[in-house]
């Protein structure tokens, strides 16, 4: 068989590299590209190669949804003789066929926020604010070269630097966010210890080794009661801090960013 892809082709697994699992709107709108049957055929090719396999159902209701896709052999394969794809990185990879529907799911989402940034960016071309996003995802976190490689400890999913600034002006504002997507099955002890953790990061030293200023903290629940309670147990632990001014933690429901974007206005503080 013929295993030749084409450049656009070699983009998507890039893509599928930094977000795990992709359906095909997501993997249109990240090459930017106007023809959905061209993407069709692309990844109906790469699946024949092995490069990628594919997630369908045929059952009734779930045949409308897209297909979703993540790397396969080959894909993998081929990565590695790239430079920028760690071999311990791309091991993992082997794996992803017995991931969960939360871990494909919250995959998903996170390269839905990416887009929802893209977009926001572009928008703002023509407003007196322009917005520029710097993003790093789980694979960049987890390269130990990478300078918040240690960020992995507290399970941080995306990091995002904000860099903002009007037209008339030459002075660019940045800022940090540190993105963390809650599963619908993690236990309420843990979610507790999640919000401890990024307390003892604020805390601690290792942002200030890097960065100045201490990031806002975007908390993803599955839903609104997780929500309530993430937000009520946060701000009792803040309050045991003493308050601290400059720590802030946020949170939405999928739901909510889902519908709306990460960039409107559906994040509530809990402190």
């Known amino acids: 068989m013929n295993k030749t892809i084409t450049p656009k082709q070699e983009l998507i697994l890039q893509y599928l590299y930094q977000y795990k699992f992709l359906n095909r709107i997501q993997i249109q709108a990240l090459l930017n590209h106007k023809y959905h049957k061209r993407i069709n055929d692309w990844l109906k090719d790469l ?32 990565l590695k003789t790239y430079e920028g794809y760690p071999l311990e990185i791309l091991r993992t990879f082997y794996r992803l066929k017995d991931r969960s529907n939360d871990f494909i799911e919250k995959s998903m989402l996170l390269a839905e926020i990416v887009l929802n940034l893209k977009a926001r960016a572009k928008q703002s071309q023509t407003e007196e ?72 990061l604020y805390n601690g030293y290792e942002w200030d080794n890097v960065e100045k200023t201490f990031p806002t903290i975007m908390i993803i629940c599955p839903n609104l009661s997780t929500l309530i309670y993430a937000k009520r147990m946060t701000r009792a632990l803040w309050k045991d801090e003493d308050e601290p001014k400059d720590l802030h933690i946020q949170f939405a429901t999928i739901e909510k960013v889902k519908e709306y974007g990460v960039t409107d206005n559906v994040w509530e503080a809990a402190c």
């Open 129 to 200: 604010t322009v917005y520029n996003y710097l993003i790093a995802t789980a694979v960049n976190l987890a390269d130990p070269d990478y300078r918040f490689n240690f960020l992995t400890e507290w399970k941080v999913d995306l990091v995002v630097k904000v860099q903002k600034k009007k037209k008339t002006s030459k002075r660019t504002i940045s800022n940090f966010f540190l993105f963390a997507v809650i599963a619908p099955t993690l236990p309420k002890y843990s979610i507790r210890k999640r919000i401890k953790n990024f307390i003892e």
């Open 47 to 78: 699946t024949q190669k092995e490069y990628i396999n594919r997630i369908y159902s045929n059952k009734f209701g779930e045949n409308t949804k897209p297909a979703i896709y993540y790397l396969a052999l080959n894909g993998i394969r081929l």
